[in-house]
Each structure stands twice: as structure tokens, then as C-alpha cells.
């Protein structure tokens, strides 16, 4: 089972406002701002759910939609509260702290979509992962769609490899094979990233099938960019037209098999089959 104390800890010292303000994060938000805004409905009503200190639920009221932010981390909450107040956004209709698996807080077929940035990366037990997209597909409207992003194998896995040679006591010998065998992290240490989980795509498309989701979308978020963002945003200033070239080429490549399973989070979007 996963060991929800363990996370609430991690993002108690973790910066998660911050992680989207340096270039890696930054590319990150602003590749899904792109994807969420051309593939979700005009003035939508949104559950971004583990959505942290607020930064979707923000970018998307400016823009005019319903929202409702949840997280499992109440410190991380009071943040995004805080923000919220003083932009004075009267359309984020609700903050509350709930666990991803279950969402008693809210009726059945309430949401035009869900967001799900984050859950999905800490649930190591395959149930809790079941309970959790059941529980996205029952607030959902006939129709809704889900965004889902997930940490991939090969990428997270790999990620754990440099982890272990930074922070060895974070990543025993035990804890690296059972990670490229069964995707599943957990740290030997009580800081840093804490309960880990990095399915294949496949295993991630297979999860919201079984839920009742149709696919609509599977791409890498930053695709080949991860890894020489800096650069690529020293290109917006200094080259613009050779910016847009790359973030153009980026989002063409973001749905090759290879790139999804290699280059940091990848992004799924589903559509709710059937009526209830």
C-alpha cells in the first residue's frame, strides 16, 4: 500500500510553486497549458485533482472556467487558498483536501473534466491506482475527459538510477531492481521524492480502458526538449522564429512510442464511455 504519510511529508518541503518557474517545469506548464486549452470545452467546469499550490487551477479561472482544486497535502492548499484570495477568483469554487482514491466529496457525472497531474505518480498499489480512475470516471459527465499525467518507465527508472548516484542512501541495490522491474520506488530515505510508480504507456492506456475511458490522446509533455530546456528557452529571447520551429517539432514528435517512453512525464487523455 502506498504510504500516504510519506508523501505529505515530501511535499511539505518540496517547493511545487517554484518546480514550474525553472526551465524544466516551465516548458512542462506551458506544453500542458497548450494541450489542455485545445482539447478541454470553453468555460468548463474542472477538478484539477492533485493540483497542489493552485497553478492550473489558477492559469484556468483567468481564463474563464469553473474551478475546483483538491490535493492530498493540506500545506499545499493553504498556498494555493492564499494566492487565490488575493487574485481575488471567485470562479475556483472549491479547495479541499482529499486522497485521489477517493472522491466521497463529490456527486457522480458533476465535471466536464478532470484534471490529474500528480496522483498517479505516488500510487503504488495497482487498487488504489484502479479506485482512483474509478473515481475520475464516476464524477465525470457522460462525454468528460480526463487529463492524466504519469511518469513513464524507462524515464522514471532511470531518473531512480541518477538518484542513487547523487543520494545513495535514497536508492538501495534492492530498491533500483525492483524499480526497473516493477516500476515501483520506494525511497529508502524519508526525504526526497517519496512512493513511486513509473507504468509503460501501455500499462497507463490499458488502466483507463479497463475504467471506461477512450483514448483521444498519449504523447510525451516536453518530448526531446527534456533535458536541454534552458537552452531552448534562451532561443525565445535570442531566436524567436527558431523557438517556435522547436516547440513546433517538439509537439509533431510528442506521440512517437520511443520519445514518450524515454523524455520525463508523458500525458494521457481519455473521454468517459458510457452513462454513468
Not at 59 to 79: C, M, P, R, T
Not at 242 to 270: F, Q, W
Request: some cysteine; aromatic content about 8%; proline content about 4%.
Amino acid at each position: 500500500m502506498t504510504d500516504f504519510k510519506k508523501i505529505i511529508s515530501y511535499y511539505e518541503v518540496f517547493n511545487e510553486w517554484e518546480r514550474l518557474d525553472n526551465p524544466e517545469g516551465k516548458l512542462e506548464f506551458d506544453l500542458c497549458m497548450q494541450i489542455i486549452i485545445s482539447n478541454i470545452p470553453e468555460n468548463a467546469e474542472i477538478l484539477d485533482l492533485g493540483g497542489g499550490p493552485g497553478r492550473y487551477t489558477i492559469e484556468l479561472a483567468k481564463l474563464g472556467n469553473v474551478l475546483h482544486l483538491a490535493d492530498l497535502s493540506q500545506s499545499l492548499l493553504d498556498q494555493a487558498k492564499k494566492r487565490i484570495d488575493e487574485l481575488k477568483l471567485d470562479n475556483v469554487k472549491s479547495i479541499t483536501q482529499v486522497n485521489a482514491i477517493n472522491l466521497c466529496n463529490y456527486d457522480d457525472c458533476f465535471f466536464d473534466v478532470v484534471l490529474l497531474f500528480g496522483p498517479l505518480y505516488h500510487l503504488i498499489n495497482a487498487h488504489e491506482r484502479v479506485s482512483c480512475v474509478k473515481e475520475v470516471h464516476r464524477v465525470l459527465k457522460p462525454g468528460g475527459l480526463v487529463l492524466a499525467s504519469f511518469i513513464p518507465h524507462l524515464s522514471g527508472a532511470i531518473g531512480v538510477v541518477g538518484r542513487m548516484l547523487i543520494t545513495p542512501d535514497q536508492v538501495s541495490e534492492k530498491t533500483l531492481k525492483r524499480v526497473f522491474c516493477e516500476g515501483i520506488f520506494n525511497n529508502d530515505a524519508n526525504r526526497g521524492f517519496q512512493e513511486g510508480y513509473f507504468p509503460t504507456s501501455g500499462e497507463t492506456v490499458s488502466l483507463f480502458n479497463e475504467s471506461g475511458f477512450s483514448k483521444i490522446l498519449l504523447r510525451s509533455i516536453r518530448g526531446w526538449g527534456s533535458g536541454i530546456e534552458e537552452q531552448i528557452f534562451k532561443l525565445k529571447s535570442e531566436k524567436p522564429e527558431m523557438y517556435e520551429t522547436v516547440i513546433d517539432l517538439i509537439n509533431k514528435t510528442a506521440d512517437n512510442p520511443s520519445i514518450i517512453e524515454m523524455c520525463s512525464h508523458a500525458i494521457y487523455i481519455g473521454q468517459k464511455i458510457g452513462l454513468r
